[in-house]
């Protein structure tokens, strides 16, 4: 698996259109930045606007998007295999795809495995943390989503809790990060944290978390 870092305008946009006013975890919590877009301009539905709106930003914030992504890819890269090496343990699959992480400045990170990317922070130099937490939803889909029957809401609550893991496997590679999750899933995670505590066996974790929702 490879990852690499970088910024693309139109996907920039994309981001922010589709997931500033809000998300499938936190539907109607509108982003900060999705704020300033709406005051500068009501014409949302105009790309051209929008393409505005973010060039600004991105100039009176001072976001060097070329000098901030060779950063995040160095960062990455100094983790990048100890990472895969621990999450291939875990999950017991590999994932051989390149994965495209793009900077964004939206302040919200959706993830596409179908179509092979993610979405980083365009304002911080280090996003191994928030790579890590969009990989392990990869990892669970390779793992458990292609075959899972659960309903959406189902699957989704379970995926979301998995990223508890991090907190306890990878915690030395997160630069002082903690995944906190979705307060909606707090439970859940507890759950997952001791059950991975008591069998160190993925498969069990799923089964706990899945019987549970049933």
Request: charged fraction near 30%; proline fraction near 2%.
């Amino acid at each position: 698996m490879k990852i690499i870092f970088a910024y693309d305008e139109d996907k920039d946009i994309e981001c922010l259109l589709k997931k500033g006013p809000g998300s499938h975890n936190q539907p109607g919590n509108r982003m900060k930045t999705y704020e300033e877009l709406l005051a500068f301009t009501s014409e949302v539905g105009n790309v051209d606007k929008v393409r505005e709106f973010v060039k600004k930003y991105i100039f009176e914030n001072s976001v060097d998007v070329r000098g901030l992504r060779g950063e995040l890819q160095r960062n990455w890269d100094l983790i990048a295999e100890e990472f895969e090496q621990r999450a291939e343990r875990i999950f017991g699959i590999r994932i051989a795809d390149q994965i495209t992480a793009y900077m964004t400045i939206t302040g919200r990170y959706p993830y596409y495995i179908e179509d092979k990317y993610f979405y980083v922070s365009a304002q911080k130099t280090n996003a191994n943390a928030t790579a890590m937490h969009e990989l392990l939803h990869f990892y669970t889909w390779f793992k458990f989503g292609q075959s899972e029957q659960a309903d959406p809401q189902k699957y989704n609550d379970v995926k979301e809790s998995l990223t508890a893991l991090l907190n306890i496997e990878f915690s030395d590679l997160m630069n002082g990060a903690v995944d906190n999750g979705y307060l909606q899933h707090a439970h859940l995670r507890e759950m997952a944290v001791d059950e991975w505590k008591r069998s160190k066996d993925i498969n069990k974790v799923w089964d706990a978390l899945r019987s549970s929702l049933n």
